[in-house]
């Protein structure tokens, strides 16, 4: 197995480690504060829009099973590309649409993902490739989320299924619950 790493910001970290939960070749999706210049940041400051970092997750995937061209196909997929500091209900930079890259080769793949995205968007796309700054581990209630309180909460029911429902039918080989009720 081939261990790499993914660094993503669309919008609430809640709702895009759901749909990173259930693809095939991750191993771990872990919800974080990325971008910013408060060193170790709180939920409550980063909501707060004056750090300067997004809310974001670290994806831990299998290279040979998954590559980052992938995700990043699903990330456009699965988040609107074309809102500036937007997704849905939440506005701030804090859910800006960005992509960290942890090499050249990463950043490479980003500019064409955004490309080979852009003629699926009616809007131009908005999100920034960032430097990779210092990552911040969210809070524990935050891990994991959806599987133990997002089903509860009416924000993530309502933002959540439509999310995971585009991952399943854009990219059903590889999503996990598609896979098995195929």
């Known amino acids: 197995m081939t261990t790499e790493i993914a660094t993503f910001a669309g919008g609430c970290f809640w709702c895009t480690e759901a749909v990173?939960?259930?693809?095939?070749?991750?191993?771990?999706?872990?919800?974080?504060?990325?971008?910013?210049?408060?060193?170790?940041?709180?939920?409550?400051?980063?909501?707060?829009?004056?750090?300067?970092h997004a809310e974001a997750i670290r994806i831990t995937f299998d290279a040979e099973q998954l590559h980052y061209g992938d995700l990043l196909d699903?990330?456009?997929?699965?988040?609107?590309?074309?809102?500036?500091?937007?997704?849905?209900?939440?506005?701030?930079?804090?859910?800006?649409?960005?992509?960290?890259?942890?090499?050249d080769e990463q950043r490479d793949q980003a500019i064409a993902a955004i490309k080979r995205a852009s003629a699926t968007w009616p809007a131009p796309i908005v999100t920034t490739i960032e430097p990779l700054t210092e990552w911040y581990v969210a809070e524990d209630y935050h891990q994991?989320?959806?599987?133990?309180?997002?089903?509860?909460?009416?924000?993530?029911?309502?933002?959540?299924?439509?999310?995971?429902?585009?991952?399943r039918k854009s990219f059903a080989a590889r999503s996990k619950s598609a896979q098995a009720v195929a």
């Open 144 to 167: 994991e989320y959806w599987g133990n309180d997002g089903q509860r909460n009416p924000y993530c029911l309502a933002v959540i299924p439509p999310k995971l429902n585009k991952l």
């Open 74 to 103: 699903m990330f456009f997929a699965t988040h609107d590309p074309t809102t500036l500091n937007r997704q849905g209900n939440d506005v701030g930079t804090q859910y800006r649409s960005a992509i960290f890259p942890h090499s």
């Open 20 to 52: 990173f939960n259930d693809v095939i070749g991750v191993e771990k999706v872990e919800s974080g504060y990325i971008g910013g210049s408060v060193p170790n940041p709180t939920y409550r400051q980063v909501c707060g829009g004056d750090t300067g």
